[in-house]
């Protein structure tokens, strides 16, 4: 009995042994079965690893000589602009245009009432014909003066005669003092009578002189009246268009009153402020006695303009000098619209043009050398437009010789050395080249 309690009370501990020892052959064959898994299978050959070829499109180039061209937006203005006042004082009595019409040169404007400047007029020519009276009187005086002479110097003679022979008359006895005395007195007279005759004619010249100087000062002031008649009739300097009216019909006005304001149609320009090395380059161009011309574009026209000089400084709050393009009159350009322009700079030697997605960094291209590329440091020159009005840049590199192939594609990879499929660009667009770089990568 003892020893069957006693195997009893063992039976649990001999129990969990066993299912111990049950766990660790389960494990042991697993692993055993894993090992032989791995041991049996097939071993994988690693795969090799091929270089990508990218597509990219190139254009042959050959370094020449091209003419740079520089666009800038410009302003349309008037290269005078008058402020036309009235130059007497009067009543407006009509008023011909509105503010925005166009007048050609010389046509009236404006009228003022010109009663009162008729009636100046007309008292400005009777004083000049009363002037030229008196003067024909004065010529007319000394003419019968110098008519006269002669006989003042015969009766000046004959009384000098005559108190001769009384006198001698005299002291023979015939005669008495009395009548002596009359014939001196009559002798005087005649004497003092030719000299004052001599001095009226020698005065006559100045009373000539003095009718002249009342002439030409009565022509004078109906010259000044008639002008300030033509002053009631305001007109036009030049062609152009009426910006602003300052008066109205009836309106009482004083000299130097503005009465509207004129932009000179027959002088408008181009204002626009290109950068100082730009200016240089083209000043040098003028200085040289050479024509600067290029195009300029308002909206859907585009007209051909030539450069009339440069501005001598920057001014405040610019980055660049003005320069000043001539444009021909024409009544439909609004002053003040934003104009587009193109012109043609001097001819750089040795560059050549491409797309400006094809420079890198600004400074750096990619030539294609056996399917791979090569970077080149290029000097950025400036803008260039081909014949189809393509946009392009003009760089310049002594590295860069006649039918190098340059890549002309946007490519994000682009490294010296990475291996590339060169495509002409009139074959794999640009777009066609981003789809094959997105399967690519």
């Known amino acids: 009995m003892f020893e069957q309690a006693q195997i009893v009370r063992r039976l649990p501990r001999l129990r969990h042994v066993g299912v111990r020892l049950a766990g660790v052959l389960v494990f042991g064959a697993l692993i055993t079965v894993s090992a032989l898994i791995i041991a049996t299978g097939p071993r994988a050959e690693p795969e090799a690893r091929s270089e990508k070829e990218w597509p990219v499109s190139y254009k042959a180039v050959s370094p020449q000589a091209l003419e740079p061209s520089f666009q800038v937006y410009g302003r349309l203005e008037a290269g ?20 925005g019409d166009w007048v050609d040169r010389g046509e ?34 000394y003419e019968l003066a110098q008519e006269l002479t002669a006989h003042h110097e015969a009766q000046a003679l004959m009384a000098v005669t005559k108190r001769e022979r009384f006198h001698t008359l005299h002291e023979q006895r015939m005669i008495a003092d009395a009548q002596l005395d009359e014939v001196l007195q009559e002798a005087n007279e005649r004497a003092m009578t030719l000299a004052r005759h001599h001095s009226a004619l020698k005065d006559f010249p100045y009373q000539i002189e003095r009718a002249d100087a009342a002439v030409a000062e009565a022509q004078t002031r109906l010259q000044r009246a008639q002008l300030d008649l033509s002053y009631a009739r305001l007109t036009a300097p030049f062609s152009g268009r009426v910006l602003s ?40 161009s003028l200085d040289r ?29 610019q980055g660049g000098i003005d320069a000043f393009f001539e444009v021909d009159q024409d009544a439909v350009l609004a002053l003040g619209s934003v104009v587009q322009l193109s012109l043609n700079l001097p001819a750089e ?31 950025r020159v400036g803008e260039y437009q081909d014949q189809l009005g393509n946009y392009q840049i003009l760089v310049r590199s002594p590295a860069i010789k006649a039918g190098d192939q340059i890549m002309v594609s946007q490519l994000p990879t682009a490294v010296t050395g990475l291996l590339v499929v060169p495509v002409e660009t009139n074959v794999a667009p640009a777009t066609e080249l981003a789809a094959q770089w997105s399967s690519l990568e």
């Not at 005078?80 to 503010?99: C, K, M, N, P, Y």
């Open 80 to 99: 005078q602009t008058a402020v036309l006042r009235a130059a007497i004082s009067g009543s407006v009595s009509d008023v011909l245009f509105r503010e």
């Open 108 to 141: 009236v404007l404006a009228l003022l009432d010109d009663a009162e400047l008729t009636l100046a007029v007309s008292a400005a020519e009777s004083a000049l014909r009363q002037a030229q009276a008196n003067r024909n009187s004065v010529l007319t005086s």
């Open 245 to 284: 009216i300052d008066v109205a019909e009836g309106e009482r006005i004083v000299g130097g009153t503005s009465l509207m304001k004129l932009a000179d149609f027959e002088s408008l320009q181009i204002r626009a402020a290109i950068p100082v090395e730009t200016a240089q380059r083209l000043r040098q």
């Open 289 to 317: 006695g050479l024509t600067v011309k290029g195009r300029a574009q308002a909206g859907s026209a585009s007209e051909e303009f030539q450069l009339l000089g440069l501005a001598g400084d920057v001014k405040p709050g």
């Open 349 to 379: 030697p040795d560059v050549v043009s491409i797309p400006l997605h094809a420079l890198y960094d600004n400074a750096r291209i990619y030539r294609i050398e056996q399917n791979r590329l090569h970077a080149l440091e290029v000097e």
